[in-house]
């Protein structure tokens, strides 16, 4: 696999994991984007969902998919591990210009990174 691949390992796939970033974990918001973080044990891991705004299996699948890459090309700026996500796609992401998409998605990480340096110092 490359660099930008998205492997199993990386990726929040129970249920009770993603209800644990949902109920503790932090926020940053953007435009088109909600990323939830928790600090956590092992590998960094990434969990991607829908809001329910958004309508229609079509806009719903098109929008994961496009948060979905703009993780995988900024997902570089977070530390290798610690780290939970999970990451909603807004209604914004489904229709606007990718580059907006992956703006907000560098900007949120960067925030989340910035959270994740702060906690460890404490």
Request: proline fraction near 5%; charge should be positive; glycine fraction near 10%.
């Amino acid at each position: 696999m490359g660099e930008r691949a998205f492997p199993r390992s990386e990726r929040l796939t129970r249920a009770d994991e993603f209800q644990s970033v949902f109920q503790r974990g932090k926020r940053v918001e953007r435009p088109s984007v909600l990323i939830l973080w928790r600090g956590s044990r092992g590998p960094r891991k990434a969990g991607f969902t829908v809001s329910r705004q958004v309508r229609g299996a079509v806009r719903r699948n098109r929008a994961r998919r496009r948060v979905r890459e703009a993780y995988r090309a900024s997902r570089q700026v977070l530390p290798a591990g610690g780290v939970r996500l999970v990451i909603v796609a807004r209604p914004r992401a489904g229709v606007g210009p990718f580059s907006e998409i992956l703006e907000d998605m560098r900007e949120g990480l960067a925030m989340v990174t910035k959270g994740c340096r702060q906690a460890a110092r404490t």
